[in-house]
């Protein structure tokens, strides 16, 4: 479980702080969504949650542990967090580059053991990457090195999974596949906190959606008390309608043609 | 290839080594020179043996080894194939060290390097300090782009210092600047060999850390990475392993960028074996290119930075197939 209570970060020279007393959790067995336009402070927030943000003010905990009080390495064990973009300058082969997932229990010395073996195994099982573990990093399609890096990320062992855009750059079958995946994960107990600008499948797979707006939280609940036109037209700034899907039973966004020429 | 990796370049490195002790201006007996090795034999045998020879190699390896292992950290941490010691101010501050201290007349064999360790040192500080103050935080390329600034202002500063210097001291600026390991004794011997056991074995202890480097900052933090801290430390241990060798045998080019290129290609990519495979190779690729140095144009030495430049370009470039 991952919890922000009132998190407020600030970049220097900025007037406005980029994350304004956001409070939400992450709970286990869930997928929780966090949407909202560009610059609304959602990849800032996974920022501070990797300590590479200050936070100005507010707390942030994993399970029942402050953030401040786990070291780098205990955090990376509780929690994996994919980033938006990772792009390896010096090309690895699949296996050895899941196998970096175990950093955080081997440290600087300790050589990889049976649990650490197994560990990798089970991340690549998951991730269904038994195809790919034996092909290097620069071969692969986008929506590969996508499941590779989620791969890595499971190999850490913890039971929360942070995603900051997994699908942005996956084809319609991918970014399915993905999204089966992270359900999966929740259903096997995973806190899965995802975020993303697909709203209409967060919307069919999320449990909770929180929306940020300029910072702070615009809306949080369930998918159908957060998709509502009236909730997201102010914030995405843009006139759109919110209808029911009518195959699949879920709230469907769809934005309308611009008010320009 | 990575099965053959290591037989090779230790038996490549061994082969040189001697190679670099039996070759040389006085021709002698295989025999003689093991016997003088041991102290016996012939006084003068045992002298150039012993006084020039061992240390001139000596000097050559650790050369070697600490520009390749140099490279290799760097290259790493800051996630760019062209990162090496040389490209990040450390040979223009140590140039710039250099000139000042011949400039000046002080350049006993005690004093040169001195300068041009402290040069190079106050070059490192200066790029740290200056991506620092911009705010890069755990971004390599403000490291990078502060180290590259610094350096083509090192290189303006020697082009001053030398514009209305006598004749002899741009010449004996230039010859410090070419690189050479011909007056080699035992006690630069000695100290570069504590400079490269040590800052080796701190770059080798943060192995795994130069591994995650190597994904990013983002992602080396959510593996347990202080990615800030660490990519600092890699930049200033690998800077001064590079700044001691300068001290010790002037400009070297072209070792720390090209040999863990080699290792690489030969498939050591995590960077605890790839940091020894390229000090192994470094070696040996300095120890050769020394030989070359001394051989190809008797009675003058070669500037062995220019012959390490004249085998390491083909390499490189016959490699950018692999980046293409």
């Given amino acids: 479980m991952i919890r922000f209570s009132d998190v407020v970060v600030r970049y ?74 990772e792009a390896l300058v010096f090309p690895l082969p699949v296996r050895e580059y899941v196998a970096l997932g175990r950093y955080p229990h081997e440290g600087a010395w300790r050589a990889a053991g049976p649990a650490d073996v197994a560990a990798q195994g089970r991340a690549i099982g998951l991730a269904g990457i038994e195809p790919l573990a034996d092909r290097r990093t620069h071969e692969l399609s986008g929506g590969e090195w996508q499941r590779v890096r989620i791969a890595r990320a499971l190999a850490q062992g913890g039971d929360a999974l942070v995603l900051d855009e997994p699908t942005t750059f996956l084809d319609i079958a991918h970014e399915m596949a993905m999204f089966e995946l992270f359900a999966r994960l929740a259903h096997d107990g995973m806190a899965v906190l995802l975020v993303s600008h697909q709203l209409n499948l967060v919307a069919r797979f999320a449990d909770q959606m929180v929306l940020l707006d300029k910072g702070r939280v615009a809306a949080a609940g369930a998918p159908s008390a957060v998709m509502q036109a009236s909730v997201l037209e102010p914030v995405y700034d843009w006139p759109l309608v919110v209808t029911h899907d009518p195959a699949v039973g879920a709230p469907a966004l769809l934005p309308l043609r611009g008010r320009g020429p | 290839m990575r099965r053959f990796f290591w037989p090779l370049a230790i038996l490549a490195l061994v082969v040189l080594v001697v190679a670099g002790v039996v070759w040389g201006a006085v021709p002698l007996s295989a025999r003689a020179i093991a016997a003088a090795v041991m102290g016996h034999g012939d006084p003068n045998t045992v002298a150039i043996v012993r006084a020039l020879r061992l240390p001139r190699v000596a000097l050559a390896v650790l050369v070697g080894a600490a520009l390749g292992m140099s490279g290799g950290a760097l290259q790493g941490s800051l996630r760019n194939a062209l990162a090496e010691p040389y490209l990040l101010g450390v040979s223009g501050g140590a140039a710039v060290g250099a000139v000042v201290v011949v400039s000046l007349g002080l350049a006993s064999p005690f004093v040169l390097p001195l300068g041009a360790f402290a040069g190079a040192a106050l070059a490192i500080v200066a790029a740290i300090g200056a991506a620092r103050a911009a705010g890069g935080r755990a971004d390599p390329r403000v490291l990078l782009m502060a180290g590259v600034v610094i350096g083509a202002f090192a290189n303006a500063a020697i082009m001053v210092l030398l514009a209305d210097a006598p004749a002899d001291t741009v010449r004996g600026a230039l010859w410090w600047m070419m690189g050479s390991v011909a007056g080699a004794d035992w006690t630069q011997v000695r100290w570069l060999a504590l400079y490269t056991a040590v800052g080796g074995a701190a770059l080798l202890a943060m192995g795994r850390d130069i591994d995650l480097l190597a994904l990013g900052e983002e992602s080396a933090a959510g593996l347990g990475v202080d990615a800030e801290r660490a990519g600092r430390t890699v930049y200033l241990v690998s800077s001064l392993l590079a700044a001691a060798t300068v001290a010790a045998a002037g400009l070297v080019g072209f070792v720390g960028l090209v040999v863990p290129h080699m290792v690489r ?38 500037p062995l930075g220019a012959v390490t430049a004249l085998v390491g370009v083909p390499f490189f470039l016959i490699q950018l197939r692999r980046f293409a």
């Fill in chain 1, 12 to 85: 220097p020279r900025a007037e406005q702080p980029a994350v304004d007393g956001v409070s939400f959790e992450a709970g286990r067995g869930a997928i929780t969504a966090l949407v909202g336009p560009n610059g609304s402070g959602k990849s800032t927030l996974v920022g501070a949650l990797l300590r590479l943000q200050e936070r100005a003010a507010g707390a942030i905990a994993i399970d029942d542990a402050s953030l401040d009080s786990l070291d780098r390495r205990a955090f990376a064990r509780r929690v994996a967090v994919v980033t938006q973009r």
């Fill in chain 2, 265 to 302: 290609a030969a498939g050591l990519r995590r960077h605890r074996p790839l940091l020894v495979g390229s000090a192994v190779l470094g070696a040996a690729l300095v120890v050769s290119a020394d030989l070359v140095a001394r051989v190809a144009h008797p009675p003058a030495d070669l």
